[in-house]
């Protein structure tokens, strides 16, 4: 009885071993699996288009096991809105939403995707509509809005749409689209500054600068650009 006791000791080792490996093999390759996909979203400024993204990196680290692949680029807005903005070689790519397993982030661009593809109760394009029928604030309004979505200031992009819904004459306009940009600029700049990101900190000062140089004779511009000529 000692004897048979001893033998059927190996028997349940293996046994318990395989239960092991099935259940490693049933849930934890599968979570291995999921945490090392990443997806999302990106959006370019310059072109206003989106695209979406996915690739596979070794759990834990940022080291890629897979390629990076791209759907193809479409734009969330029509010609109404593509017509106001500037075009150029460079072009950057940033990302708005991500998944990494269970998790979802939606980031900056995405509230500026938002807006662009918000649609009114008869199924409208709202921007796309306002576009076509305000021409003249509409070219004053996008390209500004690519600006800011250019240096990464997407979180002002509502106060900009919301002062362009709301106004009719188009120099107050600008001149309340400038003081937004100068003020998001001011904001991003202390938070620059804290993390001592200073070649991101001169860009976007060199940038607000250079969008305040047509401010003239106006007190509250003109105090606004003498704050950003402080370091």
Known sequence: ???????????????????????FAMIGIPMLI?????????????LFQKREFSFRR???????IWSTTLSPASSPCSKNILTYLSTG???????????????????GPKILINYLQ????????????????????????????????VNDLYFCVPDLLRNADNHLDAQNLRRILLIICTQAAQAKLKSLAETKETKLEN?????????SSDFGTDPDLQLLRSQLSKP
């Open 1 to 23: 009885m000692v004897e048979n006791s001893h033998r059927t000791l190996p028997i349940r080792g293996l046994t318990i071993g395989v239960i092991f490996f099935c259940l």
């Open 203 to 211: 860009e976007l000062r060199s940038w607000a600068l250079a969008l």
């Open 89 to 107: 070689l460079q072009t950057d790519w940033h990302v708005s939403t991500v998944q990494l397993g269970g998790s979802f982030q939606e980031l």
């Open 34 to 46: 999921s945490s090392s996909s990443v997806s999302g979203e990106e959006f370019c400024p310059q």
């Open 118 to 149: 918000s649609k009114n109760a008869n199924g409208a394009n709202v921007w796309d509509d306002w576009s076509f029928r305000n021409p003249t604030l509409a070219a004053i309004l996008w390209p500004i809005v690519q600006e800011v979505a």
């Open 58 to 64: 070794l759990p834990g680290t940022k080291i890629r």
